[in-house]
């Protein structure tokens, strides 16, 4: 697999991090270091709204242990909730559909705890899921038989993903709801995200809007920026 880029945090647009914010948050690090495991995932919680704008990339320094960093390839991502949220099934089906979160919410529901893994080597275990199975929302839009690929689209307006049609149809790729008994903030990619246990994370896209059967697996975001089209995890 190619040498990954940087982490899709390092450097997007967004408000400076003031220095004084920054060096407090380098002592809290520190902090961590000493203190264990329970400072490092309170503070993963608590540098969300700033990780998310910190074109600096020094938040990235804090030691956050085994707890999720939160990434934005944009300069910021409008949230959308109930009354605002929609998820398109187009392409290559034979009936696409909108569905607005009610419609989700109102499909079975699966619940998983599975592990969370990046593609630049840090892990978050046993992360409790709730969700649709993806292959729910593909039976019903039923792919014609030049469907091979889905690209997911985030209203991000920028992210992209791909993946075979064959992996979206596995057990453990949801389009995830909820996570630790809570729906999905807007954080970690809220109100909807897919969330597939056996890639790794840039697969999982966040702030989910549109997903597009295709007749080819159309490179993705990251994988046009030397990423493994694949994206299995290495065990």
């Known amino acids: 697999m190619p040498t990954p880029p940087d982490p899709p945090g390092e450097g997007p647009r967004g408000a400076p991090v003031g220095r004084r914010v920054v060096l407090g948050l380098l002592g809290l690090g520190a902090a961590g270091v000493l203190g264990g495991r329970t400072v490092p995932d309170a503070l993963s919680r608590a540098l969300a709204p700033v990780q998310l704008h910190d ?46 979160l009610a419609d989700l919410r109102a499909l079975p529901q699966v619940d ?21 199975p993806l292959s729910v929302l593909l039976d019903a839009a039923a792919p014609t038989s030049e469907a091979v690929a889905i690209r997911f689209r985030s209203f991000d307006g920028t992210y992209t993903e791909n993946m075979t049609l064959e992996q979206a149809r596995r057990s453990d790729v949801l389009v995830a709801l909820g996570m630790y008994g809570a729906p999905v903030t807007h954080a970690h990619g ?12 840039y697969k999982s896209t966040k702030w989910l809007s549109g997903i597009e059967l295709t007749d080819t697996n159309v490179p993705g975001y ?14």
């Open 55 to 100: 074109p600096t990339g020094l938040t990235s320094l804090v030691p956050l242990g085994d707890a999720f960093r939160y990434y934005s390839v944009t300069g910021g991502v409008t949230p959308r909730d109930a009354s605002t949220y929609e998820l398109a099934v187009t392409g290559l089906v034979e009936h696409p559909t909108t569905y607005s």
């Open 222 to 235: 990251w994988e046009r920026r030397g990423y493994s089209l694949d994206g299995t995890i290495e065990t």
């Open 112 to 132: 998983h705890t599975w592990d969370f893994q990046c593609v630049t080597g840090w892990r978050v275990p046993d992360v409790p899921w709730s969700g649709v």
């Open 190 to 201: 809220g109100p909807v995200r897919v969330y597939a246990a056996s890639l790794y994370g």
